[in-house]
T-cell receptor, first 112, second 114 residues
């Protein structure tokens, strides 16, 4: 079925450490995966995406890893900063429907 | 480049009243989405337009929700009559057409039904 889930609802990280946010998906037909960041009172903001024919993609301070064997997606944030505090959503999109399905989100908090 | 514009930002209404939200997508984006986000949850797609046609409205409560995009640009989402459980943020988003095109969200319209 169509579902995207996250392992943990909250994550607390020391400033300067790396953050890893995990996500599981259920549909092996999913072709496109996206990570969004949502700060309080704002709409979701695109961070990084990855197609199913890739297993890793890097951006500025962020890396997304895709493991299709176990249907697992992760977002790694290097040198976490206070501005990274937000709720992070993974989402997937099927090639046939072009509809994005969001998970429930992980709230990342930064300890000084 | 201007982002997705939404109004009003905040609205408080009594149950059984009606409300309308407006969205202006990014210029040139043929695909427009309305999402509902209840506090503590991820956004849920209500309706997706391709130009002025509906692509997906399978999760739109059609007995009380309606949406239109008559000229293929701006869109309105209406709720009538509102229920308490409709209290949520209504997010409009837009994208170029096709898989893999980034979806850009507006700031949302916050609805409280009392």
């Amino acid at each position: 079925g169509e579902s995207v889930g996250l392992h943990l609802p909250t994550l607390s990280v020391q400033e300067g450490d790396n953050s890893i946010i995990n996500c599981a998906y259920s549909n092996s037909a999913s072709d496109y995966f996206i990570w969004y960041k949502q700060e309080s009172g704002k709409g979701p903001q695109f961070i990084i995406d990855i197609r199913s024919n890739m297993d890793k993609r890097q951006g500025q301070r962020v890396t997304v890893l895709l493991n299709k064997t176990v249907k697992h997606l992760s977002l790694q944030i290097a040198a976490t900063q206070p501005g990274d505090s937000a709720v992070y959503f993974c989402a997937d999109q099927y090639s046939s429907a072009s509809k994005i399905i969001f998970g429930s989100g992980t709230r990342l908090s930064i300890r000084p | 480049e201007a982002g997705v514009a939404q109004s009003p930002r905040y609205k408080i209404i009594e149950k059984r009243q009606s409300v309308a939200f407006w969205c202006n997508p990014i210029s040139g984006h043929a695909t427009l989405y309305w999402y509902q986000q209840i506090l503590g949850q991820g956004p849920k797609l209500l309706i997706q337009f391709q130009n002025n046609g509906v692509v997906d409205d399978s999760q739109l409560p059609k007995d009380r929700f309606s949406a239109e995009r008559l000229k293929g640009v701006d869109s309105t989402l209406k709720i009538q009559p509102a229920k308490l459980e409709d209290s949520a943020v209504y997010l409009c988003a837009s994208s170029l057409t096709g898989l893999g095109n980034t979806i850009y969200f507006g700031e949302g319209s916050w609805l409280t039904v009392v």
